[in-house]
């Protein structure tokens, strides 16, 4: 017997609507590649995604068409956001800061047939236009007194574009299943892969970041999004925070410690979200300044593995809780949160702050597990460490235009590559990225928890753990550090460090100090690159 209830889709074009008629005071802020601060409201904001659309249509943009973006966190993207996917066409945002070929490379694959780009990506798209055959035009996402002078061809003003439509537009219903949003991941090894978002994946996932265990957005936030719009939607957050109507605020091309506190403190920013490295550069900037950000009350912190030292000085010095979470691409992105449960009030201090650094609990909608070698399941007892996988309504099922997915194997289930456990209460903990586990004499090292020890020494500002090869334990940690300027520290002082913290067979063998380490488009450290620099410093040296 079937319920007799609404069939209505669920589509990203509701979440506009909603927002423009029971939001009307909700603000959105942006800093502009232009310079200025930019304010408007949700209806404004929604009724220039409609002349977008109209636009778009003008264009002959059809559903299904994917339709490229180069660009910061903006109510111009925000607009792209709503006003591409409410047509039904797919909105792709690019990672500007890949390599060239590999925007190329994704500009083509995607078959994108108009590409929008803000000013400072001009220059990018130069260099590589005569290789995009397919794309009909360029749409400079700036007004006329700003338009640059530039070799691309079929060149449009986004201004000029808008102000040509009506603001009025009937969006269109159809199937929630239909493909809304393309982001390909890094592809730290061979070609990035598509990941293709439903509507009803995009909407199911925002309601599960907003819930309270979650993100909590909700209209009394005031929502500053610093992971980029081009990195998995901002987390989803640019659909979660006009699900409910939270203020929100778009950094634009300025994502260093000075400008985020300054954003934070003028526009009353309540809640963040972003990767360690973004983090470390406020926390430094407001170390140096003696500035502080009172108005945060939470930043979520995932990407990549948060440092305790992070969790600690956020909470102990400038009172922000820190949620770290767990996400891919491939899961829309948001997996688990880190939120405490009841029962967290019996823990002592010490236990509820390393329950605390834990990447958190799986959201309804997240189904994980973890299994051995030969795919059977482990327990949740905190201790077994095995594969994790994971199935729900916003995991991918597949890769846009590829038919083989080794991630894919166990039919219903996506391996995501990283190894860890899972307490009795459902806490994920990540040992580490199945590739960068560290095997020595056949006993694994987390390289995470090296690094995690490593950036709680005061004098180190990043560090990385990687595998060297050696002659008798197959593999051994070494550590590759950025101190602070000026640093007195060395190798032997930072290796006594690590004794009462790890078993001494864990302990790294070496540390090489650099100026600088090498990260990946999307801001990790791209252990890649120094692996092939460093694996071979353990061996003996032959002949
Ligand atoms: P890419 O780096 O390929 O662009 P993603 O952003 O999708 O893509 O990266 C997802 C990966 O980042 C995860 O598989 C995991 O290894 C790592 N990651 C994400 N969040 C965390 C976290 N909180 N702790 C440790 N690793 C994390």
């Given at each position: 017997?079937?319920?007799?209830?609404?069939?209505?889709?669920?589509?990203?074009?509701?979440?506009?609507?909603?927002?423009?008629?029971?939001?009307?005071?909700?603000?959105?802020?942006s800093r502009t590649v232009e310079g200025p601060i930019h304010?408007?409201?949700?209806?404004?904001?929604?009724?220039?995604?409609?002349?977008?659309?109209?636009?778009?249509?003008?264009?002959?943009?059809?559903?299904?068409?994917?339709?490229?973006?180069?660009?910061?966190?903006?109510?111009?993207?925000?607009?792209?956001?709503?006003?591409?996917?409410?047509?039904?066409?797919?909105?792709?945002?690019?990672?500007?800061?890949?390599?060239?070929?590999?925007?190329?490379?994704?500009?083509?694959?995607?078959?994108?047939?108009?590409?929008?780009?803000?000013l400072?990506?001009?220059?990018?798209?130069?260099?590589?236009?005569?290789?995009?055959?397919?794309?009909?035009?360029?749409?400079?996402?700036t007004?006329?007194?700003h338009?640059?002078?530039?070799?691309?061809?079929?060149?449009?003003?986004?201004?000029?574009?808008?102000?040509?439509?009506?603001?009025?537009?009937?969006?269109?219903?159809?199937?929630?299943?239909?493909?809304?949003?393309?982001?390909?991941?890094?592809?730290?090894?061979?070609?990035?892969?598509?990941?293709?978002?439903?509507?009803?994946?995009?909407?199911?996932?925002?309601?599960?970041?907003?819930?309270?265990?979650?993100?909590?957005?909700?209209?009394?936030?005031?929502?500053?999004?610093?992971?980029?719009?081009?990195?998995?939607?901002?987390?989803?957050?640019?659909?979660?925070?006009?699900?409910?109507?939270?203020?929100?605020?778009?950094?634009g091309p300025r994502?260093?410690?000075?400008?985020?506190?300054?954003?934070?403190?003028?526009?009353?920013?309540?809640?963040?979200?972003?990767?360690?490295?973004?983090?470390?550069?406020?926390?430094?900037?407001?170390?140096?300044?003696?500035?502080?950000?009172?108005?945060?009350?939470?930043?979520?912190?995932?990407?990549?593995?948060?440092?305790?030292?992070?969790?600690?000085?956020?909470?102990?010095?400038?009172?922000?809780?820190?949620?770290?979470?767990?996400?891919?691409?491939?899961?829309?992105?948001?997996?688990?949160?880190?939120?405490?449960?009841?029962?967290?009030?019996?823990?002592?201090?010490?236990?509820?702050?390393?329950?605390?650094?834990?990447?958190?609990?799986?959201?309804?909608?997240?189904?994980?597990?973890?299994?051995?070698?030969?795919?059977?399941?482990?327990?949740?007892?905190?201790?077994?460490?095995?594969?994790?996988?994971?199935?729900?309504?916003?995991?991918?099922?597949?890769?846009?235009?590829?038919?083989?997915?080794?991630?894919?194997?166990?039919?219903?289930?996506?391996?995501?590559?990283?190894?860890?456990?899972?307490?009795?209460?459902?806490?994920?903990?990540?040992?580490?990225?199945?590739?960068?586990?560290?095997?020595?004499?056949?006993?694994?090292?987390?390289?995470?928890?090296?690094?995690?020890?490593?950036?709680?020494?005061?004098?180190?500002?990043?560090?990385?753990?990687?595998?060297?090869?050696?002659?008798?334990?197959?593999?051994?940690?070494?550590?590759?550090?950025?101190?602070?300027?000026?640093?007195?520290?060395?190798?032997?002082?930072?290796?006594?460090?690590?004794?009462?913290?790890?078993?001494?067979?864990?302990?790294?063998?070496?540390?090489?100090?650099?100026?600088?380490?090498?990260?990946?488009?999307?801001?990790?450290?791209?252990?890649?690159?120094?692996?092939?620099?460093?694996?071979?410093?353990?061996?003996?040296?032959?002949?």
């Open positions: 017997m079937r319920g007799l209830m609404m069939d209505q889709p669920l589509l990203i074009s509701s979440i506009l609507k909603f927002a423009a008629r029971n939001h009307v005071e909700g603000e959105i802020v304010r408007y409201r949700y209806p404004e904001w929604a009724a220039r995604s409609a002349r977008l659309a109209n636009a778009l249509l003008g264009l002959g943009v059809n559903q299904g068409d994917r339709i490229g973006t180069l660009a910061w966190n903006g109510y111009r993207h925000l607009e792209l956001y709503y006003g591409v996917s409410g047509l039904g066409a797919v909105c792709h945002t690019i990672n500007p800061r890949l390599f060239p070929n590999q925007i190329s490379y994704i500009i083509n694959h995607a078959d994108d047939r108009w590409l929008f780009t803000d400072s990506f001009v220059p990018v798209l130069e260099a590589i236009a005569d290789q995009l055959t397919g794309v009909k035009g360029f749409v400079m996402m007004d006329s007194a338009m640059p002078a530039t070799s691309l061809p079929n060149v449009i003003c986004y201004e000029d574009l808008l102000a040509a439509e009506s603001d009025q537009i009937e969006w269109p219903v159809f199937d929630e299943n239909t493909a809304s949003s393309l982001c390909y991941t890094s592809g730290t090894t061979g070609h990035p892969k598509g990941v293709l978002y439903s509507h009803r994946s995009t909407v199911l996932h925002s309601y599960g970041i907003c819930l309270p265990d979650s993100m909590g957005l909700s209209s009394s936030e005031c929502m500053l999004p610093v992971v980029p719009m081009f990195h998995v939607n901002a987390w989803g957050t640019a659909y979660g925070a006009p699900m409910v109507g939270s203020k929100l605020v778009l950094p994502m260093d410690g000075e400008s985020l506190q300054a954003l934070i403190e003028d526009e009353s920013v309540t809640v963040a979200a972003g990767v360690p490295t973004i983090w470390a550069a406020l926390l430094n900037h407001l170390e140096s300044s003696g500035k502080r950000v009172d108005s945060l009350k939470r930043t979520i912190i995932g990407g990549s593995s948060c440092p305790e030292s992070m969790i600690r000085t956020f909470q102990d010095r400038y009172g922000v809780r820190v949620l770290h979470a767990w996400g891919m691409t491939e899961t829309s992105p948001i997996g688990v949160v880190n939120t405490p449960k009841l029962f967290a009030d019996t823990l002592s201090e010490e236990q509820r702050f390393a329950l605390g650094c834990k990447q958190g609990r799986g959201l309804f909608g997240i189904e994980m597990k973890i299994t051995d070698d030969d795919d059977r399941a482990l327990p949740w007892d905190g201790i077994a460490m095995g594969k994790l996988k994971v199935r729900g309504p916003w995991v991918c099922s597949g890769y846009y235009q590829l038919d083989q997915s080794s991630a894919h194997q166990e039919p219903g289930w996506f391996e995501t590559g990283d190894v860890g456990s899972i307490d009795p209460h459902g806490y994920l903990q990540i040992t580490d990225r199945t590739k960068d586990l560290i095997k020595s004499g056949g006993e694994w090292i987390s390289s995470i928890e090296l690094e995690n020890i490593a950036v709680g020494h005061p004098d180190v500002v990043e560090a990385a753990a990687i595998a060297a090869r050696d002659d008798r334990w197959g593999e051994r940690p070494i550590l590759i550090v950025v101190k602070t300027e000026g640093s007195p520290l060395t190798e032997a002082a930072l290796l006594a460090y690590y004794e009462d913290k790890v078993a001494k067979w864990q302990i790294p063998n070496a540390v090489v100090f650099c100026e600088e380490l090498p990260h990946t488009a999307t801001g990790k450290l791209s252990k890649l690159t120094l692996r092939e620099k460093y694996e071979g410093i353990l061996e003996t040296p032959k002949g």
